[in-house]
């Protein structure tokens, strides 16, 4: 059965951290993984998209990391900011590009 | 803004009512989807439609009906529902067919339902 799971599922950070999210997938074949970011009360928008040759990509303060043999992705977050504070969602697109998603992890930057 | 608007964007309806939600999308795209977000439960895919044809129905309740008159618009025609459909109600589109890469999603802001 494919599924994604996120860890951790919640997260609470001071101001100017950084800070690792982690997305474990079980979806075979794979054909990319995405990050999304998700504020309250708004639908997800797209951080970073992966395919299996990619291991690291970036936007802005977000690094997404990709290894294709554990089947592990990590989202990055540097200096944290306020506005950082909503769900991530990872993301696993497999056979026929069908989505599997994970259950997000709800992070708060405190100041 | 994403170019996918939703509405309404919260909306009360008791189990024997009908309603509709509405979704627009101003990218151009060819395909659009109603996905189904339940607090503390991954997003849940519905319906997807390409090119105006239901391609996919994730085996929902028949008291969920959608329609896709044309490729920018999509709706969500809702009767006889239960407190458990109570969620957000999130539409997407895409741009399917370009090989290669990866086809994004992009989301409207959902239609937060309640079902009394």
């Known amino acids: 059965k494919n599924q994604v799971e996120q860890s951790p599922q919640s997260l609470i950070i001071l101001e100017g951290k950084n800070c690792t999210l982690q997305?474990?997938?079980?979806?075979?074949?794979?054909?990319?993984l995405r990050w999304y970011k998700q504020d309250t009360g708004r639908g997800p928008v797209s951080l970073t998209i992966?395919?299996?040759?990619?291991n690291t990509k970036s936007n802005g303060r977000y690094t997404a990391t990709l290894d294709a043999d554990t089947k592990q992705s990590s989202l990055h977050i540097t200096a944290s900011q306020l506005s950082d504070s909503a769900s991530y969602i990872c993301?696993?697109?497999?056979?026929?590009?069908?989505?599997?998603f994970g259950g997000g992890t709800r992070l708060m930057v405190k100041p | 803004e994403t170019g996918v608007t939703q509405t309404p964007r919260h909306l009360v309806m008791g189990m024997t009512n009908k309603k509709s939600l509405k979704c627009e999308q101003h990218?151009?795209?060819?395909?659009m989807y109603w996905y189904k977000q339940s607090a503390k439960k991954p997003l849940e895919l519905m319906f997807v439609?390409?090119?105006?044809?239901?391609?996919e129905n994730n085996s929902v309740p028949s008291r969920f009906s959608p329609e896709c008159p044309n490729s920018s618009h999509l709706f969500l025609h809702l009767h006889t529902l239960q407190p458990e459909d109570s969620a957000l109600y999130l539409c997407?589109?895409?741009?399917?067919?370009?090989?290669?890469?990866?086809?994004?999603?992009?989301f409207g802001p959902g239609t937060r339902l309640t079902v009394l």
């Open positions: 993301v696993v697109s497999g056979a026929g590009n069908m989505l599997t």
């Open positions: 992966m395919t299996f040759s990619e």
């Open positions: 990218l151009g795209h060819n395909a």
């Open positions: 439609y390409n090119f105006k044809e239901q391609t």
């Open positions: 997407a589109s895409s741009q399917d067919g370009d090989t290669g890469v990866p086809d994004t999603q992009y």
């Open positions: 997305c474990n997938y079980t979806v075979s074949p794979f054909s990319n």
